[in-house]
């Protein structure tokens, strides 16, 4: 029986077939049809046109980047299963502690160094992590899951190119991945590549909409309504920015920021009774999710 990270269930299941955010969502509290490659070679092709070369990302996944997608995984291997489960269960230590072990023993396991990678990338240390998926990916460059969380050190590193060249990778080896163009769309928006944002947040929505339904699909739907929302109001169009963040926070209620930014549209409309209601909503969420007015965000 292997263990396959995306659901974090002890059973296989085709490769891309469960999306990353539902592991994001459970694991670190924040991830097809063949039609879906001709998708992905469209956001592609903007990652290869940028400045930034997407085969310099580093030397061990630049090299891992001509691996046919026939030959990568996404299952860990079944004697890693415990571990997973002990990074699930909260605190880091005892699972770091296995590891370590693991990799004075044997220090090409590749797998063995993505977890503990993924311990630090759950604590936020994302330079930390940043290393060890160097070693994941040097040492198991089938195992397709490391470009997808090395793209996210990268990002929050503030290396935007190079984070927008390892979830590229990871979605010529794995189809279909919403989040991987989730993330292409937030590097986009970022970087004030409007059109490109909004074509790479199109397909993330998709890409989850093409999957069976899973916990956390419709949270998903919603922040990526929501940064089409966030776009559109950066264009201008109010309109398909309200009608936006109101689907944004009808699929996810607790998205307290869209909330927040539909009020402050629907003043500019001139709908002063929506906006309240928005207002209102927007207090209700924080509630929920414990972030109160003001809170750091």
Same mark, same amino acid.
């Given at each position: 029986?292997?263990?396959?990270?995306?659901?974090?269930?002890?059973?296989?299941?085709?490769?891309?077939?469960?999306?990353?955010?539902?592991?994001?969502?459970?694991?670190?509290?924040?991830?097809?049809?063949?039609?879906?490659?001709?998708?992905?070679?469209?956001?592609?092709?903007?990652?290869?046109?940028?400045?930034?070369?997407?085969?310099?990302?580093?030397?061990?996944?630049?090299?891992?980047?001509?691996?046919?997608?026939?030959?990568?995984?996404?299952?860990?291997?079944?004697?890693?299963?415990?571990?997973?489960?002990?990074?699930?269960?909260?605190?880091?230590?005892?699972?770091?502690?296995?590891?370590?072990?693991?990799?004075?023993?044997?220090?090409?396991?590749?797998?063995?160094?993505?977890?503990?990678?993924?311990?630090?990338?759950?604590?936020?240390?994302?330079?930390?992590?940043?290393?060890?998926?160097?070693?994941?990916?040097?040492?198991?460059?089938?195992?397709?899951?490391?470009?997808?969380?090395?793209?996210?050190?990268?990002?929050?590193?503030?290396? +935007? !190119?190079?984070?927008?060249?390892?979830?590229? *990778?990871?979605? =010529?080896?794995? $189809?279909?991945?919403? #989040?991987? &163009?989730? %993330?292409?769309?937030?590097?986009?928006?970022?970087?004030?590549?409007?059109?490109?944002?909004?074509?790479?947040?199109?397909?993330?929505?998709?890409?989850?909409?093409?999957?069976?339904?899973?916990?956390?699909?419709?949270?998903?739907?919603?922040?990526?309504?929501?940064?089409?929302?966030?776009?559109?109001?950066? +264009? !201008?169009?109010?309109?398909?920015?309200?009608? *936006?963040?109101? =689907?944004?926070? $009808?699929?996810?209620? #607790?998205? &307290?920021? %869209?909330?927040?930014?539909?009020?402050?549209?629907?003043?500019?409309?001139?709908?002063?009774?929506?906006?309240?209601?928005?207002?209102?909503?927007?207090?209700?969420?924080?509630?929920?999710?414990?972030?109160?007015?003001?809170?750091?965000?």
């Amino acid at each position: 029986m292997q263990y396959v990270l995306h659901l974090v269930y002890k059973v296989e299941i085709p490769v891309g077939s469960i999306p990353l955010r539902q592991f994001i969502d459970e694991f670190l509290d924040y991830r097809p049809t063949p039609k879906w490659g001709m998708l992905a070679l469209g956001v592609v092709a903007f990652v290869l046109g940028c400045d930034q070369n997407p085969d310099s990302t580093t030397k061990n996944s630049g090299e891992s980047f001509n691996i046919p997608p026939s030959s990568t995984t996404t299952a860990l291997r079944s004697d890693l299963g415990g571990v997973l489960d002990l990074l699930r269960s909260g605190p880091t230590g005892a699972a770091r502690i296995r590891l370590k072990k693991l990799l004075d023993q044997n220090p090409t396991d590749g797998q063995a160094a993505f977890l503990y990678g993924l311990s630090l990338h759950q604590e936020k240390r994302y330079s930390e992590a940043r290393a060890y998926f160097d070693q994941a990916l040097e040492h198991a460059p089938d195992y397709a899951t490391t470009h997808h969380f090395l793209g996210w050190c990268l990002f929050y590193e503030g290396e +935007l !190119g190079l984070a927008r060249a390892s979830f590229s *990778r990871h979605t =010529k080896l794995v $189809e279909g991945e919403g #989040d991987d &163009y989730f %993330a292409m769309g937030l590097i986009a928006l970022e970087q004030n590549h409007l059109a490109e944002a909004e074509d790479s947040f199109e397909i993330a929505l998709q890409c989850f909409e093409a999957l069976p339904a899973f916990n956390g699909r419709d949270r998903e739907q919603g922040k990526t309504f929501a940064r089409l929302g966030e776009l559109a109001d950066v +264009l !201008g169009n109010l309109d398909l920015a309200a009608e *936006r963040l109101s =689907k944004a926070t $009808e699929l996810f209620p #607790d998205h &307290y920021e %869209a909330w927040h930014r539909l009020a402050a549209i629907e003043r500019r409309r001139g709908n002063q009774d929506a906006a309240a209601q928005a207002a209102e909503q927007e207090a209700a969420a924080r509630n929920r999710v414990g972030r109160p007015q003001g809170f750091p965000e």
